[in-house]
């Protein structure tokens, strides 16, 4: 028996913007649930097995709408995957809170429920490890938080820091000085700052050194006081290396460690000591281990896809090495 389920639309304007330019949204609803959808009379009539589940979509969709949000594909597919594990109320979570204001004054709101969670940690403890994939939003809501902490003078300093390349911290084949070399490695972390307080803003509190840039290497024999602390591509650090970096926090300050561990650059041998890290300190209070997934990507819907297909290519390679093993 074929189900079908009616939706009422208010407003010919609420219509396009659910349909999207050349009905591009409503295709891609209708193909995540393999359902038909019909608008007669600003009336939505959809049809097939899963209706009702494309309807609690639709109508969620319908909400933003009337709120003045944006919808999009990536949107109604992360919407529609929540819908299916019987999650779509914990969407409503996310508007309850702003994560900062940006520059131009537009509020930042988690985008996730895994964002959310990565976000929450971050206020709950003094050191975050955050890992997942590219896209997810890991290093732009670390800076928009330690922003907003500046702001809110409960810290002094924002500090960034990575492992200068992905091997290790090999800096004199770059031209320049030490600001030179480390800045092309630090783009993701100066774009978001200048997203959350103006281009000449940051570079002001960079010379006032109340923003600081250094690579991994310049963190050895500091404490890091009454500061925010952001540590990116921490994947590609050693363990001796991460080790040396968490024991820097001092009175007053936070930590959040960023890395993606499917693209990790060292040397054969070498383990990361990002993940040797969400090992050893896992269960140690007041640090917490927040993962991210493909779910959590909120850049192009292509990069959600694209690691996907990664995932389930690593995931096919290691059962058919696992069978030859046999």
Known sequence: MILTETLKVDGMDAVIKLFGNFDENVKVLTSEFGTQIALSDNKLQITGDNAPLCKEVAEKLLELIYRGEEIDRGKIRYLAELAREDKLAEYEELDEGIVAINVRGKPIKCKTIGQKKYVQAIRDNHIVLSIGPAGTGKTYLAVALAVSAYKKKQVEKIILTRPAVEAGEKLGFLPGDLQNKVDPYLRP??????????????????????????????????????????????????????????????????????????????????????????????????IAIAKLTHKDVVRHELVMNIIKAYNEYNRMARSKTLWMKK
């Open 189 to 286: 972390l100066y774009d978001a700052l200048g997203d959350m307080l103006g281009v000449e803003n940051y570079q002001k509190l960079i010379e006032r050194q109340v923003i600081e840039v250094a690579p991994l290497a310049y963190m050895r024999g500091r404490t890091l006081n009454s500061a925010f602390i952001i540590l990116d591509e921490a994947q590609n650090t050693t363990k001796e290396q991460m080790k040396m970096f968490l024991t820097r926090i001092g009175e007053g300050s936070k930590m959040v460690v960023n890395g993606d561990l499917t693209q990790i650059d060292l040397p054969e041998g070498k383990k990361s000591g990002l993940l040797h890290a969400s090992e050893v300190l896992a269960g140690v209070p007041g």
